[in-house]
């Protein structure tokens, strides 16, 4: 396979140079002389990796950068910063902001092309490993542990304690912190126009929440609640911060999975909100199911209101749909709790 790579350079000589070496490196090459030239280049023909200058005309390097970490298509893409800067604090800005190699001018042609080797192979490998879904932050986060030194400021941070149906944050505030569930289980909820709560996630034990707001430091779209008694710690921004600023390929991958886990959210929302009763109570249970894999025996720990909340219905939908369920063998139940038989549910025909 060949690598298409773009080049984003405004000295012509500079930048026909690097063609010429990439070009016999065996790579195809793209190029543009800015940075809202590169922009359009690089969302046509989705390069696999960007080289970008840092110090051009119509939009720098960092904006280039910033641009397309929110593009859903290339914020994966690696991107390796060239410059004539080699401050520390502009090694340390063109990294915070998510780039993932920065080489000096002038440049050894092999130190080059050994980064963008590394970066291209190493991309294929995170981007197997560490998928946008939750085994891909699970398998981030044991990978990281002595990097992101977790341990140290939960150890130091003060412990909360709320009680079921507590509100944690409200939608519409503005986050100060981000939130780590040390036990219990928290939802995200929604209301509608009438009042009605929807709920769109559930976080237990081990899960951070609160966290793509606090960084882009935006309101908090849905509120938090505590979905039964719970323990969490609140960790303040800079001191998270702290533990993204370690190492900055940690940071954009922590980032990135947790910005797949909302578009991933949302598009299971969609598919809750247009599908038929019976799909997408049995959809929810598999989902809750997952989640809840630990406790399975005892039951998913939510009533029929909060199914019913979790699914977009009402109650007395839920309790008849389950009572269908349980008579064709979709599910069990264990002292009002509900146990999916998920190879099933998955199984039947709608």
């Known amino acids: 396979m060949t690598h298409t790579i773009l080049v984003i350079e405004d000295e012509a000589s500079i930048r026909e140079n690097l063609t010429e070496l990439l070009e016999l490196a065996g790579y195809k090459v793209l190029s543009a002389k800015n940075g809202v030239e590169g922009i359009k280049a690089a969302r046509l023909n989705k390069p696999n990796l960007i080289l970008c200058d840092v110090m051009m005309p119509e939009m720098d390097g960092y904006g280039v950068l910033h641009t397309l970490l929110k593009d859903e298509e290339l914020m994966h893409t690696p991107f390796i910063y060239l410059t004539a800067k080699a401050g520390i604090e502009d090694l340390r800005r063109g990294m915070r902001i998510g780039a993932d190699d920065y080489i000096t001018k002038p440049y050894e042609a092999s130190d080059l092309l050994s980064s963008i080797e590394m970066r291209l192979a190493k991309n294929a490998h995170l981007k197997d490993k560490y998928a946008a879904d939750m085994s891909g932050l699970e398998n981030l986060l044991e990978d990281t542990k002595g990097a992101l030194d977790l341990e140290s400021v939960l150890q130091n941070a003060v412990t909360i304690k709320f009680k079921k ?12 912190e981000v939130y780590y569930l040390k036990k219990g ?6 209301y509608n ?3 009605k709560e929807l709920i769109t996630e559930v976080w237990r034990d081990k899960d951070f929440f609160g966290v793509i707001a606090a960084i882009n430091e935006t309101a908090y779209t849905h509120a938090a609640v505590a979905a039964e008694d719970s323990e969490l710690v609140s960790i303040p921004m800079d001191e998270f911060k702290k533990l993204m600023d370690v190492n900055a390929e940690i940071a954009n991958r922590f980032i990135r999975i947790f910005a797949g886990n909302i578009e991933e959210k949302e598009n299971e929302l969609l598919e809750i909100a247009y ?8 959809d929810a249970l598999v989902k809750l199911g997952e989640r809840y894999a630990d406790k399975l025996v005892d039951g998913i720990p939510m009533s029929r209101e909060e199914l019913a909340q979790f699914v977009g219905t009402t109650s007395e939908t839920v309790i008849r749909t389950l009572k269908d369920f349980k008579e064709e063998g979709l599910v069990s139940v264990n002292k009002s709790r509900v146990i999916p038989h998920t190879d099933k549910l998955q199984a039947m025909k709608y």
């Open 165 to 176: 149906k507590d509100a944690i944050y409200r939608a519409g505030s503005i986050p100060r």
């Open 185 to 190: 289980s928290v939802k995200s909820v929604k």
């Open 193 to 195: 126009d009438d009042g």
């Open 275 to 282: 599908g038929s009763i019976r799909t997408r109570l049995a």
